[in-house]
């Protein structure tokens, strides 16, 4: 069944329709939760309430693209808790488990062709990166993962956070040079692999 | 290095990474860039920096996020019939708004000078009067306007309540009588004088002549110059003027100061239907959108 149809019947009620499209979605609403909470238990916790949230208000979906749609609903979510919150997350150096133990290797980072040591870089290089994007003000790190980590392109980012283009190339922009700034004093620190990264062509 | 790198360079470098300069903003960046090294390094860095980004993996959600009936209740929330008319309720503000304004610049410009003009009047009618007064107090009969002019409470009251046939004079030769109320019973105005009694009409008009030949040029100039500013209450205060007024009296403006009242409610009820309607669309805006 197409994702019109789902959409149509779960505005009729059908939950099942909906969990179908909960499925679909869940990954790409969780990452923009995580990056932008910083931490997995309060992205769990904005997810859930994203996805109770647009099943409640599906009826005042008027078309257009519903993967926007529901990120601008986590998004939405992630501000009101970043606000009620007051103070920015605490960023872990490793990932919690539900003990509050640090994970020294998420089950979703392991790479079984890889090294330990490779897999260990990646993860320094994952952690830098979100130690970074916690530095940025909340609708800079909105839109700096939604185009470079989630892939979006320009009109999409703006339709999820309900803003102009020319906006989304000006906060972009800045984001990346505060994301410079922020992963040069981390540079040494990344794997020499990142390091060198090619320069291709845009 | 990336304070010697204008905003509007990081923009242009950035759009350029993703491809979103135009044909003439390309052109005009990749010329800079193959004269400006250290554009050329700081496009290096955020190349990187993009690079870096990208190469992130995805996380994996620790669990599915399906909803049970318990978590969202039986159906979705059912949205009122009338957010339909959102759209209209923000047409009808931005027209209000801009109505508002033109009715408010046309206040401005039609009625505002004619209350300045109505404070000249009023100035130039009561100069005129304090000059005559001196010469009309060494007219024993003169004295009738002084007590017009300023009449005790309990004169007052018999001159509004016992006379009825003054009072309907003024109200017939005010013309615009009807619309300003508080001005006629106000105790402390000399514009009530004028009805005060016919006496003071005929004594008014004859001491001036009788005594001081000059007084009556300076008067009439004054009151010509009231009657062209703002001639009602010239009128009120001189009736013999009534004819004069009457007839310089611009119908404009006439017009305009007898409606300047429902230019009031006029202007309230766009201020009011402004807001309301702005408010409400905001409020249906926010409701709909999750």
Redesign the interface.
């Known amino acids: 069944m197409d994702e019109k149809a789902l959409i149509s019947e779960a505005q009729r009620g059908e939950l099942d329709s909906f969990n179908r499209l909960v499925l679909e979605y869940q990954e790409i609403v969780y990452n923009q939760a995580y990056r932008m909470m910083g931490e997995g238990p309060a992205a769990d916790d904005a997810t859930q309430d994203a996805f109770i949230s647009a099943y409640r208000k599906i009826r005042s979906f008027r078309g257009g693209s519903f993967r926007a749609w529901l990120l601008r609903i986590v998004t939405n979510a992630c501000y009101d808790e970043l606000r009620r919150r007051q103070r920015r997350p605490t960023t872990a150096l490793e990932p919690l488990d539900n003990n509050d133990e640090e994970i020294e290797s998420p089950h979703w980072m392991v790479d079984p062709n890889e090294s330990p040591e490779q897999t260990a870089e990646r993860i320094e290089l994952f952690h830098a990166i979100q130690a970074c994007l916690d530095e940025l003000p909340d609708d800079f790190r909105a839109i700096a993962i939604l185009v470079d980590i989630q892939g979006f392109n320009y009109q999409e980012a703006a339709n999820v956070i309900g803003k102009p283009i020319g906006t989304v190339k000006s906060r972009l922009s800045r984001a990346r040079m505060q994301l410079r700034n922020c992963l040069q004093s981390f540079w040494e620190l990344l794997p020499s692999a990142f390091r060198l990264v090619n320069e291709g062509s845009p | 290095m990336?304070n010697k790198i204008s905003?509007n360079d990081?923009?242009a470098?950035?759009?350029?990474?993703?491809?979103?300069l135009s044909a003439k903003e390309l052109d005009r960046l990749q010329k800079r860039l193959s004269t400006n090294a250290e554009l050329r390094e700081t496009l290096?860095?955020?190349?990187?920096?993009?690079?870096?980004?990208?190469?992130?993996?995805?996380?994996?959600?620790?669990?599915?996020?399906?909803?049970?009936?318990d978590?969202?209740?039986?159906?979705?929330?059912?949205?009122p019939g009338w957010?339909r008319f959102t759209p209209a309720l923000q047409f009808t503000s931005v027209i209000a708004s801009v109505l508002l304004v033109l009715v408010f610049m046309g206040d401005l410009l039609a009625l505002r000078p004619a209350s300045m003009g109505r404070t000249i009047a009023l100035d130039n009618a009561l100069q005129a009067m304090e000059m005559a007064e001196p010469l009309v107090e060494m007219d024993t009969e003169g004295m009738a306007i002084e007590e017009a002019l300023e009449p005790p409470p309990a004169m007052m009251e018999k001159s509004i309540l016992g006379t009825p046939g003054a009072a309907e004079k003024l109200e017939s030769e005010s013309v615009f009588g009807q619309t300003q109320p508080a001005e006629k019973t106000s105790p402390a105005s000399p514009i009530l004088a004028a009805p005060a009694g016919e006496e003071m009409e005929s004594e008014a008009a004859r001491a001036p002549d009788a005594v001081a030949p000059e007084a009556p040029a300076e008067a009439e100039l004054a009151q010509t110059q009231s009657i062209e500013a703002f001639p009602t209450e010239a009128v009120v205060m001189l009736p013999h003027l009534e004819s004069a007024a009457t007839e310089e009296l611009p119908w404009l403006e006439s017009l305009l100061l007898a409606n300047q009242y429902w230019w009031r409610v006029l202007e309230i009820f766009l201020v009011l239907l402004a807001l309301v309607s702005g408010l409400l669309a905001v409020y249906l805006r926010r409701v709909?959108?999750?």
């Open positions: 990336s905003k990081w923009e470098l950035s759009a350029y990474l993703d491809g979103q290096l860095e955020l190349r990187k920096t993009r690079q870096l980004m990208r190469s992130q993996p995805r996380v994996k959600p620790p669990r599915n996020f399906i909803l049970s009936r978590m969202v209740g039986s159906r979705p929330e059912i949205l957010f709909t959108t999750p």
